[in-house]
């Protein structure tokens, strides 16, 4: 039987060309804005991605925060705050503190952070049923990215493909996996490494590429997966292959890539006996008692 992970990782590309058809007018930074971006947990990861590809972009300075983390005293132009539960506590106290403009990121309309910021943008089709955050956390940043004017078709193409692709079993099977990024694809190799302990239990870690090999590479070896989202620095590929470990690098889009990342994270609890959909300690929102 499909779980409702499964379904949702597969419904991606789709989510991903209605929220490019659909970016709002008004309520996101525009150029030139000093902006911090907030949120736990995914969403974190996200506002990491997003921070570096505005920044990329020369769009402004951008900072992203772990909400609990985030300065009170910094000025800021605009907080732009993402939760896809709208009910997480860090994000909303952190909301109820700046005194600079708002704008949330949220999948559910009836949740408090609809009067906690000054504007919201309700993304209800990329909810989820499922604890683990997949269609979500990659939609969202599919509609921040064609916010900074990026042409999306190439990574819906690049997820398609990778939804349609068997999964190598080497990577199901796996010891232990390192995932890498540079620049926004850091956010993303976190949010991969989260994935898989999220819905798996597994052992994983994630680095900036150049930083793995100060210190990280020594767990490098055979059975143990160092997995690269986006372009790997000249040289790391040979490095891990001596060690005897597996380097994974497939060139596409890093948010296609974090979809295969998710499927092996949903192949891996199967094989183990776990439910995606419930994974042990977790809930769909942090909510903490005052």
Known sequence: ?????????????????????????????????RVAVVGCGTSWFVAM???ALRERAGQGETDAFAASEAPTGRRYDRILALSRSGTTTEVLEFLSRTGAPSTAITADPDTPIM??????????????RSVVQTR??????????ASLGEDLAPAVAD???VLAAPLDPALVEAEQFSFLGTGWSVGLAQEAALKMREASRSWTEAYPAMEYRHGPISIAGPGRVTWMLGKAPEGLREQVEATGGTFFESGLDPMAELIRAQRVAVARAAARGLDPDEPLHLTRSVILSS
């Open 1 to 33: 039987m499909t779980t409702h992970t499964e379904a949702e990782i597969a419904s991606q590309p789709e989510c991903w060309r209605r929220a490019v058809a659909d970016v709002p007018a008004g309520a996101l930074p525009v150029p030139g804005e």
């Open 49 to 51: 991605a997003y921070a």
């Open 115 to 128: 009067t906690a910021a000054g504007q919201v943008i309700v993304l209800d089709y990329a909810d989820e």
């Open 136 to 145: 979500f956390a990659t939609t969202q940043l599919a509609m921040l990215r």
């Open 159 to 161: 997820a398609e493909h």
